[in-house]
């Protein structure tokens, strides 16, 4: 590879098993370095323990979407039963409420579902056509089967070349500059 | 890390020698190749017959009214609510397979769960489409189902288990799309990156959602899928028990009954993995798949489909016996009339269909044998369609009072109308396989050996 004086984006490693990508991503956060990232074509819990992620928004969310929509549910029914358009069938209360109880499981289920996946989506910065990553031409086997991590230039302690020399010592079967 | 000891020996969910390489290319090979089997063009062009017979049904349905079906009073329930029970119950063993199993950590269901919820999706389009073509004018049916404010100030009513049913097949049909979309947004990002044409670059990348498999992504996409996976769950077991309540919250004999919810979702699994057998076995057939459906996945199959179907057996058998115990004299009249009645064949055949036949299962030359295996769905695919039959029609035709008691039998219109979903069916799913990967790429990835961490148990 080339080494240029235009901007970097950062550095990418790639690596051929799991393995060895996580060996380097917790050799590489143990060095100091916070701007990782790892890409692989299937989930690694240890790949995003390495890199010292875990949000754990979602379940908030979802919690929340889900209280919304059975709150939203059974508030709907309450109002046309009882407010908006109450109709008396045998003398039973306007507010019955065990006949409310489908609708309002179905609405807590569907607003946490909906919550769950439009969450994950906005949250992962999705949707995003194009990403600097996608300028190193091998990153297109990150879907397929090879192991990338990622050290961004903005990192404090980001060096091109010391941080080069690094990754070349993490048993990365090659490193490339990505191209903002 | 210690070698854990192997206490009995399984075999594996893929067959040996298989990379994270192969497995793409072998997948995606089936969209991206540009070739497709003869039989894949027999198959779709059989579907789209069907389809056109179907628009031609549902045409002179909507000009001329339901009166064109065979229904009447006091059968005023008819192939419609048959069909719809029966498409929506096939539905179910695809949101089994893809949620319930994967909180029970079973990891074979990885190279069946993206079909079996491509399934379940065209499954349930099929079966909403019956409730809504049953209106009549489908067009005036969005102010009777949903509560929107209409100019005429009236709301549905939410009592009603007709409402809670509308809620429960749109919430299941959203939440099953939304769970396969998830899931195929990495495979997609795969096609994006191997695909060769520019166009289908874009319309992969589009899909993709610019997916490049980052960490941080994969850790929040395994939090929400987890979280889809336990929704769902309950989300399936009450969308029959809701669709049972449809029978149950009447009082009308044989529909009146407290064992309808579980007794419905059993039958619903039951009908579902027979389905996914029918589709599963040729399928792993014609695209040379058996390396990663293998026999072990069948026959896993083999024996959910053999356990619903003895909790379908108890549902019949306390039918039967309530009918006696409960010395009701409707009751009782309504469990004779369905096994001696005018209908009589349509029981017998089904307790054929659904109790008998099954148990070939027990024997594990049937359970790994595809063609044995393939028959016997095929019959139970049939009695899960009788037994919705026997219910409705069974039930309704000879209630409370003989002075109006009739008969049902479906018109050229129902049987085409039926016939048409079937083709719907066959079309979409055909589709389905020509434009998406059939078997999750990146979960089978993690099934390769490559994939297993030191220290881990693999993933």
Not at chain 1, 124 to 153: I, Q, T, W
Not at chain 2, 56 to 61: N, S, V, Y
Not at chain 2, 381 to 387: A, I, Y
Request: aromatic content about 16%; glycine content about 8%; overall charge neutral.
């Amino acid at each position: 590879m080339s080494v240029t004086t235009s901007p970097v984006y950062g550095l990418l490693a790639e690596f051929d098993t799991p393995a060895a990508l996580v060996a380097a991503a917790r050799r590489t956060h143990a060095e100091g370095y916070r701007k990782l990232d790892t890409f692989s074509p299937f989930p690694i819990e240890e790949a995003w323990e390495a890199i010292g992620h875990h949000d754990r928004r979602m379940s908030f969310i979802v919690l929340m979407g889900g209280i919304i929509g059975g709150l939203g549910g059974y508030g709907l029914e309450y109002w046309v039963h009882a407010m908006a358009y109450p109709i008396n069938v045998a003398g039973k209360p306007l507010n019955s409420w065990p006949q409310f109880i489908p609708v309002t499981f179905e609405m807590t289920i569907l607003i946490a579902a909906l919550s769950a996946v439009i969450g994950m989506i906005v949250l992962n910065g999705l949707p995003m056509p194009y990403h600097p990553v996608f300028n190193v031409p091998r990153f297109e086997h990150a879907s397929r089967d090879k192991f990338f991590l990622l050290v961004e230039s903005t990192d404090p302690k980001f060096d091109r070349q010391r941080t080069l020399e690094f990754l070349k010592r993490l048993d990365a079967s090659e490193v490339n500059e990505v191209e903002p | 890390m210690d070698p854990k000891p192997a206490t009995y020996p399984t075999p594996p969910l893929i067959e040996p020698g298989h990379t994270f390489g192969s497995i793409t290319d072998k997948i995606s090979a089936v969209v991206l190749s540009g070739r497709q089997p003869i039989s894949w063009f027999v198959v779709l062009s059989i579907g789209l017959m069907l389809v056109g017979m179907l628009g031609m049904a549902i045409t002179w349905l909507l000009i001329k009214g339901t009166g064109i079906w065979g229904i009447n009073i006091p059968i005023g329930w008819g192939f419609a609510i048959v069909n719809f029970v029966w498409w929506i119950g096939i539905g179910h063993a695809g949101t089994l397979i893809s949620a319930i199993l994967l909180l029970l950590k079973q990891g074979w269901r990885t190279s069946i769960n993206r079909f079996a919820e491509a399934m379940t999706i065209f499954a349930v389009m099929c079966a909403g489409l019956f409730p809504l073509i049953h209106t009549g004018r489908p067009w005036l049916a969005a102010y009777w189902l949903f509560p929107y404010p209409n100019s005429m100030s009236i709301w549905p009513q939410f009592r009603s288990p007709l409402i809670w049913d509308v809620f429960a097949v749109s919430t299941y049909f959203t939440v099953s799309l939304l769970f396969w979309y998830v899931g195929l947004i990495p495979d997609l990002a795969t096609l994006r990156d191997k695909a060769k044409h520019r166009g289908l670059k874009v319309a992969y990348g589009m899909l993709s959602l610019g997916w490049r498999g980052s960490a941080r992504h994969w850790q929040r996409y395994e939090h929400i899928y987890l979280l889809l996976a336990g929704l769902s769950t309950p989300l399936v077991l009450s969308v029959h028990t809701v669709v049972s309540f449809d029978f149950a919250i009447g009082i009308v004999p044989g529909w009146h009954a407290t064992i309808f919810p579980p007794y419905f979702v059993a039958g619903a699994i039951y009908a579902g993995f027979a389905m996914v057998l029918t589709l599963a076995i040729p399928l792993r057939r014609i695209y040379g798949l058996e390396d990663f459906i293998t026999m072990r996945h069948l026959e896993n199959m083999a024996k959910v489909t053999l356990l619903t179907g003895l909790i379908v057996a108890y549902g019949y058998i306390s039918e039967a016996f309530f009918g006696w115990y409960s010395a009701n004299k409707y009751e009782g009249f309504m469990i004779l009339n369905r096994m001696t009645g005018p209908y009589w064949p349509y029981y017998w055949t089904l307790v054929f269909c659904n109790i008998i036949t099954p148990q070939w299962l027990w024997i594990k030359r049937v359970r790994t044998s595809p063609l044995g295996l393939f028959m016997v769905a095929m019959v139970v695919n049939v009695g899960m369609w009788l037994e919705r039959f026997v219910i409705v029609i069974t039930s309704l035709h000879r209630d409370f009072l003989p002075s109006s008691w009739g008969m049902y039998y479906p018109t050229m219109w129902d049987w085409m109308t039926f016939v048409g979903t079937l083709g719907l069916f066959i079309t979409l799913f055909f589709l389905f396989i020509r434009a998406l990967p059939m078997i999750s790429i990146f979960e089978m990835r993690t099934m390769a050996p490559e994939a297993r961490m030191p220290g881990g148990e693999g993933h």
